[in-house]
């Protein structure tokens, strides 16, 4: 398996690293206003519409190919609901905004795990320990082995088994994540002390079941048995591709788990650069950003997931750049290699290997003569990227300059040299 | 379809009312309703009251009355309270409140003064006009006519500080047997600046038990008006028997303060009811501040804060963005549930311990540990 290829970095050059991506956020957030309201409203639309038109189709679901684009129309609804709307709302990416509607601690959505289950187990936990061991539950959601680092157990030989059940079920899975209920499993926690989480988990759950497969089959009336089963695969649909595009986002070929030991004193130079190597982006058009609740782009989300997805096409092109310069890997590639990546990895950690002891990224060791070539390839394009980033720059300047607002630090070149 | 006609309203409320009932409640989000509902009707709302502008007339050189028919969830008002209005400006929702300036019912409106540099003021007078909609809150506030109806009662007002005074000079005057005196003390900067004219002067005629005084702070003055901010002197050349008045007051912090101080030395026998709409002035950190510690439970955040700032800007300051609008505890925009520990209210000066209590985060000083639903 060939490893991420990034070079060390000195304490100076992290810190700079760090500051570069501290003024690109800067800029980013004094430019924020009226486009980016008018877009994830635009967002609201699609997917009030989309439900309006999916629901309506099932309830002429006694005709099968209404029932088809029904069920269809409502799972990419669910889908946008999920991951462009609700996921990135619940960020915070649009509390700027002062609209309760897109307030972030009330935001309810369209799916069984509560948002305030959500709010602990992703936003606080897996988006602050990205990919440490013992620390970031996503990393096999407590019952994949993923990365050789992990302890084998003889249950991860039906691992396979497992990942086919929670891409059928993944929202269920993701709503029980904060009750911990695979630790009580292992004996590490008493069911009674996950009764308050699995309380609310129910009541999240209820609700949703009321109104997928009770409240709408009903209202059909004849055409009940149409909705009901257009309603299971419309969440089907959704589980599935989220199952699909959220494995992409840390467990491909390329992406490292760190150990414990890195967040001792880690600085937010660091964690960044933490974030950079356990993160894996998805190319794809505007249309799989939509879909993907932009998560195509998961390295510019990790580093700041509190700014609005529409963003993270404009910053990925600079956190890119700067990735060249610094030598550090980008992980990036088509859906299909990157989830082949992840099968993968799925199927290989299922056997029994010594657990590798996860190395501390400060203290990797220099890349060997043999292996310099791919690490330093982004070296060889410097002059080149130089006179591009250059050219950039200076077009970034003219663009501030026109709309008065303070240049950025240009302190991107100096280092380069 | 006229949703502000008594039928189609009473109708738009029941069903409203029905989407809240407790059965439905789990499977009704109210944004969703309100998105399929602003299709059939710009003021239609489950719980919003949208009003429409119907007209905008100048009340001085730099303000303007806008008239507002509200949607069927107004309840009404009292002369002398406000609304807290909402307007969107370049992508961020800010809120202001405004003092209703007429005590008819049937007639809301709002008077804006131009704030040099003020976002919203400038919104308001520049790019709202008839047919627009805007959103209000119910009108709330307790600067309200004394009851019984006092015989003599002098309004002291100084810039927009006007608009309240006026509608409770309009209610008190428009009673059906009042034969009592009421005292207007309009100041302003100059004649220009100084609110409603021409309302005052039609008052006037309707009414000869009023009588408008004008104070100018930085213009010559003429016959018959006073110069400079509100002071004793004013008081006693208008008013022999300044003890048996009721004052009203209504201005910036500094008008409120000298009418409170100067009937306090006097110990006139009728407490001054006053209101002032300067942002409340924040405590900053000063030498004397301790500790304390901050858990913002819905953001997972712990931060070490102080005991000297409100919550709403320590919580900004941990890079939180909690909901907020006025700034001054009047809007509820901030209104956060707090789990444990112990604050104390600005505003009040009361301090509270209560665990699961709601408190205002922009008026909310921690005392001690604090954990909130944030």
Same mark, same amino acid.
């Given at each position: 398996m060939s490893k991420p290829q990034s070079r060390q970095l000195t304490p100076a050059e992290i810190q700079a690293f760090g500051a570069e991506l501290d003024a690109l956020r800067a800029r980013i957030v004094a430019d924020l206003g009226e486009p980016d309201a008018r877009y994830i409203r635009k967002i609201r639309s699609t997917v009030r519409y989309s439900e309006l038109a999916g629901r309506g189709l099932l309830m002429l679901g006694l005709f099968p190919p209404a029932w088809l684009a029904g069920a269809a129309t409502l799972g990419v609804s669910k889908i946008i609901e999920n991951m462009e709307l609700g996921h990135n709302v619940i960020h915070g990416q $649009? %509390?700027?905004?002062? %609209?309760p509607e897109f307030r972030s601690a009330t935001y309810e959505w369209?799916? !069984?795990?509560?948002s305030s289950a959500w709010r602990n187990t992703h936003n606080y936990v897996h988006h602050t320990f990205t990919n440490v061991i013992g620390k970031d539950? %996503?990393? &096999? $959601? &407590? !019952?994949? @082995?993923?990365?050789?680092?992990q302890k084998w157990h003889p249950?991860?030989?039906?691992q396979p088994v497992y990942t086919l059940l929670m891409a059928v079920l993944f929202q269920w899975g993701v709503g029980i994540q904060d009750s911990k209920i695979d630790r009580v499993l292992r004996g590490e926690l008493k069911l009674r002390d996950t009764i308050p989480d699995l309380k609310i988990y129910a009541k999240k759950a209820r609700g949703q079941v009321l109104k997928d497969y009770v409240a709408f089959p009903l209202l059909a009336g004849p055409a009940a048995l149409p909705v009901l089963t257009g309603n299971m695969a419309a969440n089907l649909i959704r589980n599935l591709w989220a199952f699909a595009i959220i494995y992409c986002g840390h467990f491909t070929e390329d992406a490292e788990v760190f150990p414990?030991? !890195?967040?001792?004193?880690?600085?937010r130079a660091e964690w960044y650069l933490r974030q950079i190597k356990g993160s894996s982006n998805i190319s794809g058009g505007p249309l799989f950003d939509i879909l993907s609740g932009n998560l195509s782009h998961q390295i510019e989300h990790h580093l700041f997931?509190?700014?609005? &997805? @529409? @963003?993270y096409a404009e910053i990925a092109v600079e956190v890119q750049a700067l990735c060249a310069r610094y030598g550090q890997h980008y992980n990036t590639g088509r859906f299909s290699k990157q989830f082949f990546g992840v099968l993968v990895r799925i199927f290989a950690q299922s056997l029994p290997t010594q657990a590798a002891a996860a190395k501390p990224a400060k203290q990797k060791p220099l890349p060997k003569a043999g292996q310099t070539k791919p690490a330093f390839a982004a070296l060889d394009d410097l002059a080149e990227l130089q006179a591009r980033l250059e050219a950039r720059l200076q077009r970034k300047r003219q663009t501030y300059a026109d709309a008065g607002v303070r240049q950025p630090a240009p302190q991107a070149e100096a280092l380069v040299a | 379809m006229d949703i502000l006609s008594p039928v189609l309203g009473q109708l738009a409320r029941r069903a409203g009312a029905a989407l809240r009932h407790p059965l439905l409640a789990p499977l009704v989000n109210e944004h969703v309703v309100d998105f399929y509902a602003r299709h059939l009707?710009?003021?239609? +709302?489950?719980r919003q009251v949208i009003a429409r502008v119907t007209a905008r007339q100048a009340a001085s050189a730099d303000a303007v009355t806008l008239h507002l028919v509200p949607n069927y969830l107004w309840r009404g008002f009292r002369a002398g309270q406000h609304v807290t209005l909402t307007v969107e400006i370049d992508g961020v929702r800010h809120h202001r409140v405004y003092s209703l +300036? /007429? =005590?008819? =019912?049937d007639d809301v409106q709002i008077t804006v003064k131009r704030q040099p540099g003020g976002l919203v003021s400038n919104y308001l007078l520049d790019q709202v006009y008839d047919g627009d909609y805007l959103q209000i809150s119910p009108a709330f506030g307790d600067f309200v006519l004394p009851e019984?109806?006092?015989?003599k009662l002098l309004l002291i007002g100084a810039g927009s500080g006007m608009t309240p005074l006026l509608a409770l000079a309009e209610a008190l005057l428009q009673m059906p047997d009042y034969t009592g005196q009421v005292l207007v003390l309009n100041y302003g900067r100059s004649h220009e600046e100084t609110l409603f004219h021409s309302r005052l002067l039609r008052l006037k005629t309707l009414h000869p038990n009023l009588r408008v005084v004008y104070g100018l702070t930085a213009e010559g003055v003429s016959e018959g008006e006073l110069s400079g901010r509100f002071c004793a002197r004013h008081l006693d050349e208008l008013l =022999?028997? /300044? /003890?048996e008045w009721q004052v009203m007051a209504c201005g910036p912090q500094g008008l409120v303060d000298s009418v409170k101080a100067l009937w306090a030395e006097r110990g006139y026998p009728l407490a001054p009811l006053t209101e002032s709409f300067t942002p409340l002035a924040v405590p900053q950190a000063t030498a004397g501040q301790q500790p304390v510690a901050l858990h913002f439970r819905l953001a997972g955040r712990a931060v070490t804060g102080n005991n000297q700032q409100p919550l709403l800007q320590q919580a900004e300051a941990a890079g939180l963005l909690p909901a907020s609008g006025?700034?001054?505890?009047?809007?509820? +925009?901030c209104t956060c549930r707090k789990t444990s520990g112990t604050v104390k209210n600005l505003l009040t000066g009361q301090t509270s311990s209560e665990p699961d209590e709601d408190i205002r985060l922009c008026v909310s000083v921690p005392l001690s540990d604090v954990s909130i639903s944030l």
């Amino acid at each position: 398996m060939s490893k991420p290829q990034s070079r060390q970095l000195t304490p100076a050059e992290i810190q700079a690293f760090g500051a570069e991506l501290d003024a690109l956020r800067a800029r980013i957030v004094a430019d924020l206003g009226e486009p980016d309201a008018r877009y994830i409203r635009k967002i609201r639309s699609t997917v009030r519409y989309s439900e309006l038109a999916g629901r309506g189709l099932l309830m002429l679901g006694l005709f099968p190919p209404a029932w088809l684009a029904g069920a269809a129309t409502l799972g990419v609804s669910k889908i946008i609901e999920n991951m462009e709307l609700g996921h990135n709302v619940i960020h915070g990416q $649009y %509390d700027w905004m002062n %609209d309760p509607e897109f307030r972030s601690a009330t935001y309810e959505w369209d799916n !069984v795990c509560p948002s305030s289950a959500w709010r602990n187990t992703h936003n606080y936990v897996h988006h602050t320990f990205t990919n440490v061991i013992g620390k970031d539950d %996503d990393i &096999g $959601y &407590g !019952v994949l @082995r993923i990365f050789p680092e992990q302890k084998w157990h003889p249950a991860n030989l039906l691992q396979p088994v497992y990942t086919l059940l929670m891409a059928v079920l993944f929202q269920w899975g993701v709503g029980i994540q904060d009750s911990k209920i695979d630790r009580v499993l292992r004996g590490e926690l008493k069911l009674r002390d996950t009764i308050p989480d699995l309380k609310i988990y129910a009541k999240k759950a209820r609700g949703q079941v009321l109104k997928d497969y009770v409240a709408f089959p009903l209202l059909a009336g004849p055409a009940a048995l149409p909705v009901l089963t257009g309603n299971m695969a419309a969440n089907l649909i959704r589980n599935l591709w989220a199952f699909a595009i959220i494995y992409c986002g840390h467990f491909t070929e390329d992406a490292e788990v760190f150990p414990e030991s !890195v967040l001792e004193n880690e600085t937010r130079a660091e964690w960044y650069l933490r974030q950079i190597k356990g993160s894996s982006n998805i190319s794809g058009g505007p249309l799989f950003d939509i879909l993907s609740g932009n998560l195509s782009h998961q390295i510019e989300h990790h580093l700041f997931p509190d700014l609005p &997805g @529409r @963003r993270y096409a404009e910053i990925a092109v600079e956190v890119q750049a700067l990735c060249a310069r610094y030598g550090q890997h980008y992980n990036t590639g088509r859906f299909s290699k990157q989830f082949f990546g992840v099968l993968v990895r799925i199927f290989a950690q299922s056997l029994p290997t010594q657990a590798a002891a996860a190395k501390p990224a400060k203290q990797k060791p220099l890349p060997k003569a043999g292996q310099t070539k791919p690490a330093f390839a982004a070296l060889d394009d410097l002059a080149e990227l130089q006179a591009r980033l250059e050219a950039r720059l200076q077009r970034k300047r003219q663009t501030y300059a026109d709309a008065g607002v303070r240049q950025p630090a240009p302190q991107a070149e100096a280092l380069v040299a | 379809m006229d949703i502000l006609s008594p039928v189609l309203g009473q109708l738009a409320r029941r069903a409203g009312a029905a989407l809240r009932h407790p059965l439905l409640a789990p499977l009704v989000n109210e944004h969703v309703v309100d998105f399929y509902a602003r299709h059939l009707h710009p003021q239609l +709302s489950m719980r919003q009251v949208i009003a429409r502008v119907t007209a905008r007339q100048a009340a001085s050189a730099d303000a303007v009355t806008l008239h507002l028919v509200p949607n069927y969830l107004w309840r009404g008002f009292r002369a002398g309270q406000h609304v807290t209005l909402t307007v969107e400006i370049d992508g961020v929702r800010h809120h202001r409140v405004y003092s209703l +300036s /007429a =005590a008819n =019912a049937d007639d809301v409106q709002i008077t804006v003064k131009r704030q040099p540099g003020g976002l919203v003021s400038n919104y308001l007078l520049d790019q709202v006009y008839d047919g627009d909609y805007l959103q209000i809150s119910p009108a709330f506030g307790d600067f309200v006519l004394p009851e019984p109806a006092p015989q003599k009662l002098l309004l002291i007002g100084a810039g927009s500080g006007m608009t309240p005074l006026l509608a409770l000079a309009e209610a008190l005057l428009q009673m059906p047997d009042y034969t009592g005196q009421v005292l207007v003390l309009n100041y302003g900067r100059s004649h220009e600046e100084t609110l409603f004219h021409s309302r005052l002067l039609r008052l006037k005629t309707l009414h000869p038990n009023l009588r408008v005084v004008y104070g100018l702070t930085a213009e010559g003055v003429s016959e018959g008006e006073l110069s400079g901010r509100f002071c004793a002197r004013h008081l006693d050349e208008l008013l =022999a028997d /300044a /003890a048996e008045w009721q004052v009203m007051a209504c201005g910036p912090q500094g008008l409120v303060d000298s009418v409170k101080a100067l009937w306090a030395e006097r110990g006139y026998p009728l407490a001054p009811l006053t209101e002032s709409f300067t942002p409340l002035a924040v405590p900053q950190a000063t030498a004397g501040q301790q500790p304390v510690a901050l858990h913002f439970r819905l953001a997972g955040r712990a931060v070490t804060g102080n005991n000297q700032q409100p919550l709403l800007q320590q919580a900004e300051a941990a890079g939180l963005l909690p909901a907020s609008g006025c700034r001054m505890g009047i809007c509820f +925009s901030c209104t956060c549930r707090k789990t444990s520990g112990t604050v104390k209210n600005l505003l009040t000066g009361q301090t509270s311990s209560e665990p699961d209590e709601d408190i205002r985060l922009c008026v909310s000083v921690p005392l001690s540990d604090v954990s909130i639903s944030l």
